[in-house]
């Protein structure tokens, strides 16, 4: 148990055989054995697999994993919530606050996130303030990487910055973005997160501002889309986990479905 919740609190992190020989007083043959059980209950749960790394530096990696099973059951069930009609807000928007508030939901959907990725090489999770920061958070856990948010307006406490201007897709004002220059490195991978997403200006807003850094965006990701008959998207590659297939305000009706991460 305290080998798998070890490796349960520390994904992604290579961890050598004569750590957990000497952390747990165990022979080199029984940990293999242990490790060999822990790897098939994680593979049968669907939650991830361990990445044996041969060698001298070698050992173990968890790599979390959330299987396509529990990624569409979820995703199903969360269509189902969206669906409710008193969530309906003007302009076509659907609230959405207690869900990115739900601490198991916010889980699952990092742990989702981190699937999508999984074959990436991602240093940084960049998100917006302020809704889609519960998400970066759970999806860096998962990654074990950083969290870096992009702000609407400086903060005294975070020093020199740089800003750009941008079109917001579904309200067509120029809005500002900032980030402090001490908080990314020349040339990083990072991968995008948001909650939301009509045309995608914020998004290419983002991608705007991480190219003042030279950064390479390995991925994006949206928990909901939805089509904006009105504007064109304006970002192509991206992963969606539902997509609002149609509002109807009128009929005080809603129509979610599977986003792009299932395929058709």
Request: a negative charge; aromatic letters at 8%.
């Amino acid at each position: 148990m305290a080998m798998t919740n070890y490796l349960l609190n520390h994904p992604r992190k290579l961890v050598s055989l004569p750590f957990f020989s000497e952390q747990y007083d165990a022979a080199k043959s029984s940990i293999s054995e242990d490790l060999d059980i822990v790897d098939q209950i994680f593979q049968s749960q669907g939650i991830g697999k361990l990445e044996t790394v041969a060698g001298a530096a070698g050992g173990v990696k968890y790599i979390p994993l959330f299987s396509n099973k529990n990624s569409e059951q979820f995703i199903l069930e969360l269509c189902n919530q969206l669906e409710d009609p008193e969530r309906i807000l003007p302009g076509g928007y659907l609230y959405m606050s207690d869900l990115l508030g739900d601490p198991e939901l916010i889980r699952n959907v990092g742990k989702i996130f981190a699937t999508a990725f999984a074959d990436k090489e991602i240093d940084y999770i960049v998100t917006v303030a302020t809704k889609g920061i519960p998400l970066a958070y759970a999806t860096a856990n998962v990654l074990n990487v950083p969290v870096i948010i992009v702000r609407r307006d400086p903060k005294v406490t975070e020093g020199s910055t740089v800003s750009i201007n941008y079109v917001s897709g579904s309200s067509r004002k120029i809005q500002t973005m900032v980030l402090s220059k001490r908080s990314l490195p020349e040339g990083a991978n990072v991968c995008i997160i948001d909650d939301f997403m009509k045309a995608g200006g914020t998004i290419t807003g983002m991608q705007s501002l991480l190219d003042e850094f030279n950064a390479n965006v390995q991925g994006i990701g949206v928990l909901a889309e939805a089509e904006d008959e009105e504007e064109e998207r304006v970002v192509d590659d991206y992963v969606s986990l539902i997509k609002i297939q149609d509002v109807d305000i009128k009929a005080q009706k809603i129509e979610a479905i599977k986003g792009n991460y299932f395929p058709l």
